[in-house]
């Protein structure tokens, strides 16, 4: 199911990686370019919003994935009901809106991946990337993304590449690191942590990219 | 003076041991921490599960400043945190639970005995179920059925339709 993308394993720094054993960053690069989402990924959309049942959601957290992401909140000092998880974000969001609202298709590519895996994705700007990406803690008077950024707290974890922090771990990612208008290339990022089965994570990763790739051959 | 004290240091024995500094390791403590977090969670998601379709629980365990390493104080914070919410929970469905059953009672005992439970109304909020449904003791033909004592519980067919009932012919 992987072949047309390749998987690798991002850093995990020390004493993080001490703490928990099974933290693991999985990083993929595509090629892709934001833009508006074609009808079939639209389509998907509709369809998976009208599966989606009230009783899911709120049996959501009792599944062994967003239970996991759950626990791991807690463990990291996040509260799941203040800061939710990315499938019970997905999830609320569905209650609210009525469905999974379709915004262009970086967006909805992780959406997808966030409610068939459990598994979380993020898409970073893989130019602006400095070299191998992994999770530490933040350092002394650190700044997010380096320069202006915002302070960051000490000890936080940050996903980081060699010379910066490009984000808070399940947070706010630093300006000019996300996906734009300019992007080229996206270097895809999925969090596993105890509990979170290996397959799931590739599943997540793979799926995103599929969704990347609906409709390009049409528009080439 | 200074003498004095040259003196008495010089009476410690050069032979006794010195005490090592103690470092402790708080790798075991923290794995079992960590995994009681991961049970409590456990407990609280499947607790949630259980209340729905009730409201007003608190489900909120105060964060710790995350996403961050917490020390050891700060994990057993957590894990007490979940505990009391867990408690808190679980009694507070508990009182929940006996009400609701009573209320079950009642409504065997309106069906039966609507004359003896005149104008009283349950709802399914009061027996902790989702929906609208309510049953009502009500007079059949209004006032004669007062006046005769004409009882009889009416069960609704639910909750209204979102789009009302539509245009009229």
Redesign the interface.
């Known amino acids: 199911m992987t072949a047309g993308i390749e998987i690798e394993r991002g850093w995990i720094d020390v004493?993080?990686a001490?703490?928990f054993p099974q933290l693991a960053l999985h990083l993929s690069i595509v090629e892709a370019v934001p833009r508006r989402s074609p009808p079939e990924v639209r389509r998907r959309l509709r369809i998976l919003s009208e599966r989606y049942t009230g009783g899911k959601a709120?049996?959501l957290?009792?599944e062994p994935i967003p239970?996991a992401y759950?626990?791991f909140?807690?463990?990291?000092?996040?509260?799941p009901?203040?800061?939710r998880t990315p499938p019970e974000e997905a999830a609320l969001e569905r209650m609210r809106s009525g469905g999974f609202r379709s915004r262009n298709v970086l967006d909805d590519a992780l959406t997808i991946a966030v409610v068939e895996t459990g598994v979380s994705v993020l898409a970073l700007d893989a130019d602006q990337v400095d070299g191998p990406l992994g999770l530490r803690?933040s350092r002394d008077r650190e700044r997010l993304g380096g320069g202006e950024g915002r302070a960051l707290?000490a000890?936080?974890?940050v996903l980081a590449d060699a010379s910066d922090s490009l984000g808070?771990?399940?947070?706010d990612l630093a300006e000019g690191r996300g996906v734009g208008g300019a992007t080229e290339r996206m270097l895809l990022v999925a969090v596993q942590v105890k509990g979170v089965p290996e397959v799931s994570v590739e599943e997540a990763l793979w799926m995103v990219s599929e969704v990347l790739e609906t409709g390009r051959e049409k528009r080439r | 003076m200074p003498d004095l004290l040259e003196r008495s240091s010089s009476a410690i024995p050069p032979s006794l041991p010195r005490v090592p500094s103690i470092e402790v390791d708080e790798?075991a403590a923290?794995g079992s921490l960590?995994e009681q977090?991961?049970r409590l969670?456990?407990e609280l998601?499947?607790l949630?599960?259980s209340t729905?379709p009730r409201t007003g629980f608190d489900?909120?365990?105060?964060?710790?400043?995350?996403?961050?390493?917490?020390s050891l104080v700060?994990?057993e914070r957590?894990r007490d945190g979940?505990g009391a919410r867990l408690d808190e929970n679980r009694r507070a469905l508990g009182d929940r639970t006996f009400v609701e059953e009573q209320n079950r009672c009642r409504i065997e005992q309106m069906m039966l005995e609507p004359d003896k439970h005149k104008w009283v109304r349950v709802g399914n909020e009061d027996i902790g179920e989702p929906g609208c449904k309510h049953w009502h003791v009500r007079p059949r033909w209004g006032v004669l059925g007062m006046l005769m004592g004409w009882w009889r519980v009416r069960i609704s067919s639910g909750c209204p339709l979102a789009g009302g009932r539509g245009a009229l012919p």
């Open positions: 004493e993080l001490d703490e709120v049996n957290r009792q239970w759950r626990v909140f807690r463990q990291i000092g996040i509260d009901d203040d800061r803690l707290s000890r936080q974890i808070v771990l399940f947070g | 790798r923290r960590l977090i991961a969670e456990s998601a499947s949630f599960c729905y489900w909120r365990v105060p964060s710790r400043g995350g996403p961050r390493l917490l700060e994990l957590v979940l």
